[in-house]
C-alpha cells in the first residue's frame, strides 16, 4: 500500500525567509502524481501544486517550488519570500492507479506558522 | 457561482440519527469524493465515485451510504451518527482524462462540512 510521511508536525519561518516542507512517499508504482495541498484556519483545502512523476523537471508556481527526488522518493515544497497568509496546515498527497483503484493518499500534515 | 460547494458548512446532531451531507458541483467531473479530516489522521477517504451510479468504498466506509443519480451531486448519509463520526468532512472531484497517464487529475475541495456528534 502507498503511503505518505510528513516527518515535521510543526514548523516556523520568519516572514520574507525561505522554508522547506518535507515529504517521503512509499509505492512501487512509476506512474504517479504528487501533491500539495494548504490548508487554512478556514479548513478549505486549497491545491498549492503538483508534480508528475514522469517529468524531471521540478514544478514551480509562483513562490512556490518542488524538490522531486523520485528515486529517493521525496517531495519537498519550498515557500520563497513567506508571507503571514501563507500559514496553514500543508498536506502532501499522492495518486496512482493501482489494480483499477485509484486512491489520493494524504500525509499527516505539517502546520506552518509565519511569525511577523 | 461554479465551483464545489458543500451543504450544511456546520451541523450538529445526536447519536442514532440520520445525517446527510450534500455536495455539489458545477464542473461536471466524472470523479466525486468524499474524505474525513481529523486530527492524527489527516483525510481519509470515504467513499468515492467514478459517474453517476458508480460508486466505491475508500478506506473508512463503515457507517455511511452514498448515491450519485447526477453527475453533479453526491451526498454522504450517515445513517445512525455515532461520535465517532465527529469530523470535518470534504467533498471533492477531479475529471478523468483518458489515454494521458493516470485516471485522476487535481481534485477540487469543497469548504468542508463540520459535523458534531452529542
Known amino acids: 500500500a502507498q503511503t505518505v510521511t510528513q516527518s515535521q508536525p510543526e514548523m516556523s519561518v520568519q516572514e520574507a525567509e525561505t522554508v522547506t516542507l518535507s515529504c517521503t512517499y512509499d509505492?512501487?508504482?512509476?506512474?504517479?502524481?504528487l501533491f500539495w495541498y494548504k490548508q487554512p484556519p478556514s479548513r478549505q483545502m486549497i491545491l498549492v501544486i503538483r508534480?508528475?512523476?514522469?517529468?524531471?523537471q521540478n514544478a514551480t508556481e509562483n513562490r512556490f517550488s518542488v524538490n522531486f527526488q523520485k528515486a529517493a522518493k521525496s517531495f519537498s515544497l519550498k515557500i520563497s519570500d513567506s508571507q503571514l497568509g501563507d500559514t496553514a496546515m500543508y498536506f502532501c498527497?499522492?495518486?496512482?492507479?493501482?489494480?483499477?483503484?485509484?486512491?489520493?493518499?494524504f500525509g499527516k500534515g505539517t502546520k506552518l506558522t509565519v511569525n511577523p | 457561482d461554479a465551483g464545489i460547494t458543500q451543504s450544511p458548512r456546520y451541523k450538529i446532531t445526536e447519536t442514532g440519527r440520520q445525517v446527510t451531507l450534500m455536495c455539489h458541483q458545477t464542473?461536471?467531473?466524472?470523479?466525486m469524493f468524499w474524505y474525513r479530516q481529523d486530527l492524527g489522521h489527516g483525510l481519509r477517504l470515504i467513499y468515492y465515485?467514478?459517474?453517476?451510479?458508480?460508486?466505491d468504498k475508500g478506506e473508512v466506509p463503515d457507517g455511511y451510504v452514498v448515491s450519485r443519480s447526477k453527475t453533479e451531486n453526491f451526498p454522504l448519509t450517515l445513517e445512525s451518527a455515532t461520535r465517532s463520526q465527529t469530523s470535518v468532512y470534504f467533498c471533492a472531484s477531479s475529471e478523468s482524462i483518458l489515454g494521458t497517464g493516470p485516471f485522476w487529475e487535481t481534485q477540487y475541495f469543497g469548504p468542508g462540512t463540520r459535523l458534531l456528534v452529542l
Open positions: 509505492t512501487s508504482e512509476n506512474n504517479y502524481y
Open positions: 465515485s467514478a459517474a453517476a451510479d458508480i460508486t
Open positions: 498527497a499522492f495518486i496512482s492507479t493501482q489494480g483499477g483503484s485509484e486512491k489520493l493518499v
Open positions: 508534480q508528475e512523476a514522469y517529468k524531471q
Open positions: 464542473w461536471s467531473h466524472s470523479y
